[in-house]
């Protein structure tokens, strides 16, 4: 990683070095704009190891939000197809993170009914599946890095060497402490309960640890849900062509936004709030 960053701050310095210009440009309208990097293809960049794929998804839902507002805001005819495009992204989005956790919420449900019914078979098939949805949703948003997949397993995987089995490599560069990460520690320690306590066969016990995991599964499997809804109407107005109705769907939406990121994101950050649909036309 050091290496990496050092290579490609040298070649940023030799850059401008060899081009004897200052570190910004000018866009079409005369701002400036952020320097650009030599390359966009650079192959040592190895940067992205260590971004979290969450973050980009979240980049990906304002995105799209504010391309809904900008195209049906105002009194012209809203460009359609924008706001098909852009809220079919939300929708499919919303859906792919909500069907994580509406997966944990039918795998605990099954694994209650099995521990009255005293079946310890159908009680731990139902918790591989509660743990595969935890996991499906981390391969899909967590760093490269964070799921061990470092410059040195980069290195290997090059020279054509396997990963070692069950080694838990550390991320010296883990992310930042958020809300969203202490409810993730306390869902993990739930988990870990429930898994004790299935190996034990103390079935009361157990459905206690999954009540709680079931808890926080519910709400967030619904406000997901709320969003991927809204979209959805969003996009059924725009094939319809009709913008009764917008306004008020994606105020609904975007309030499902806001509070999950006043109860989960932390600090607030310069890109956070979607557009609010009323506003200036240019
Ligand atoms: C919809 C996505 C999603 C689901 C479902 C999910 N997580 Fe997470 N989890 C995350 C994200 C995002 C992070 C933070 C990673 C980061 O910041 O890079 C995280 C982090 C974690 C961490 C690491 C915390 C730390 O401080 O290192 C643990 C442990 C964890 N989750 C456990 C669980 C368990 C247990 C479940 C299932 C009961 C679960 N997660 C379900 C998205 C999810
Ligand atoms: C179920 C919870 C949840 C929902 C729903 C949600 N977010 Fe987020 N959002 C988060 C968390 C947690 C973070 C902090 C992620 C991080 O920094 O790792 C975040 C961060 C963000 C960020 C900042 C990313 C950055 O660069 O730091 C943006 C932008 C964002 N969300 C947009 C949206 C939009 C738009 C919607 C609705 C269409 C939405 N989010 C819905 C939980 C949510």
Redesign the pocket.
């Known amino acids: 990683m050091r290496k990496a960053i050092l290579f490609c701050a040298l070649a940023v310095a030799c850059f401008l070095v060899a081009c004897g210009a200052d570190n910004t440009s000018s866009g079409n309208d005369g701002t400036d704009v952020a320097p650009m990097p030599p390359s966009w293809d650079n192959q040592t960049d190895r940067d992205w190891l260590y971004r979290?794929q969450?973050k980009q998804h979240m980049r990906h839902l304002w995105i799209d939000c504010n391309r809904v507002v900008s195209a049906g805001r105002g009194d012209l005819e809203p460009t359609w197809v924008e706001i098909i495009g852009a809220a079919a992204d939300v929708q499919r989005r919303a859906s792919i993170?909500g069907g994580?956790?509406s997966d944990?919420v039918a795998a605990g449900e099954e694994i209650e009914y099995c521990l009255d019914d005293q079946d310890r078979m159908g009680t731990a098939a139902e918790f591989t599946k509660?743990?595969a949805?935890?996991d499906?949703?981390?391969m899909?948003?967590?760093?490269p890095a964070?799921l061990h997949v470092t410059n040195g397993t980069v290195d290997g995987w090059l020279n054509n060497r396997v990963t070692k089995h069950n080694v838990n490599e550390q991320d010296n560069n883990?992310?930042?402490?958020?809300p969203?990460?202490e409810a993730?520690?306390k869902?993990?320690f739930?988990?870990s309960m429930a898994q004790m306590r299935l190996e034990q066969w103390q079935p009361e016990d157990m459905k206690t640890s999954i009540g709680k995991?079931l808890e926080e599964?519910r709400v967030?499997s619904e406000r997901w849900g709320t969003v991927a809804t809204e979209a959805g109407k969003i996009v059924e107005l725009a094939n319809a062509r009709k913008r009764e109705g917008m306004k008020e769907a994606y105020g609904v939406m975007t309030e499902a936004c806001l509070t999950c990121h006043g109860l989960q994101a932390g600090a607030a950050r310069e890109i956070l709030i979607p557009m609010p649909w009323d506003g200036p036309t240019d």
Do not use: D, E, Q, V
């Open positions: 979290n969450y993170m994580f956790w944990i509660l743990g949805a935890c499906g949703c981390h899909a948003t967590w760093s964070y883990p992310p930042p402490t958020l969203n990460r993730m520690k869902l993990f739930h988990y995991i599964a967030r």
